[in-house]
T-cell receptor
Framework: AQSVSQHNHHVILSEAASLELGCNYS??????LFWYVQYPGQHLQLLLKYFSGDPLVKGIKGFEAEFIKSKFSFNLRKPSVQWSDTAEYFC???????????FGAGTQVVVTP | DVKVTQSSRYLVKRTGEKVFLECVQDMDHENMFWYRQDPGLGLRLIYFSYDVKMKEKGDIPEGYSVSREKKERFSLILESASTNQTSMYLCASSPTSNSYNEQFFGPGTRLTVL
């Protein structure tokens, strides 16, 4: 089974600061990768996904992620965060043929005004 | 829009009770999933189903069972609830397409077992 590591459990930053959340996975073959976000009191929703092609993936709300195969990484970035980006962020990797996802432990991000 | 609904947002049960958590999706998705979400542990897969009456164990199936009698409905059953099953339970669904396996999540059920 795959494993997914998110290195930061809690991140606190000010508005307009840049954000980078680390994600590493264990599998060395072809991977499909996701970032999900859970805003306070809301459903978990997809932020962006990588299946193939351009390793720099753009998602909703100004987020992007870079797939680096040699480092087994899929880090999430946003150049300038807003207070509304306060949320929990989950990295996930697709496993098997039935759409099963393996999730990381999540990173709680708090953006202060 | 895909809609995944869960029968309760909050539930309080006593140790030893049988608990049913219901999930319904309205997009004719083949795959459905039950996760539990705990602080510092992320989402852990309990069971999933890729078709009616089909089920597969996830990473933490002990103490749980599931039922999928209709395509749109996937039920999670705690045969005898225990305090260590206090958690947030999330249901999700996804289509079978190999190109896009995005999972769509419900709002969650926060279960407290006393």
């Amino acid at each position: 089974a795959q494993s997914v590591s998110q290195h930061n459990h809690h991140v606190i930053l000010s508005e307009a600061a840049s954000l980078e959340l680390g994600c590493n996975y264990s599998y060395g073959g072809t991977v499909n990768l996701f970032w999900y976000v859970q805003y306070p009191g809301q459903h978990l929703q997809l932020l962006l996904k990588y299946f193939s092609g351009d390793p720099l993936v753009k998602g909703i709300k100004g987020f992007e992620a870079e797939f680096i195969k040699s480092k087994f990484s899929f880090n999430l970035r946003k150049p300038s965060v807003q207070w509304s980006d306060t949320a929990e962020y989950f990295c996930a990797v697709l496993e098997g043929s039935w759409g099963k996802l393996q999730f990381g432990a999540g990173t709680q991000v708090v953006v202060t005004p | 829009d895909v809609k995944v609904t869960q029968s309760s947002r909050y539930l309080v049960k006593r140790t030893g009770e049988k608990v049913f958590l219901e999930c319904v999706q309205d997009m004719d998705h083949e795959n459905m999933f039950w996760y539990r979400q705990d602080p510092g542990l992320g989402l852990r897969l309990i069971y999933f189903s890729y078709d009616v009456k089909m089920k597969e164990k996830g990473d933490i199936p002990e103490g749980y069972s599931v039922s999928r009698e209709k395509k749109e409905r996937f039920s999670l059953i705690l045969e005898s609830a225990s305090t260590n099953q206090t958690s947030m339970y999330l249901c999700a669904s996804s289509p079978t397409s190999n190109s896009y396996n995005e999972q769509f999540f419900g709002p969650g059920t926060r279960l407290t077992v006393l």
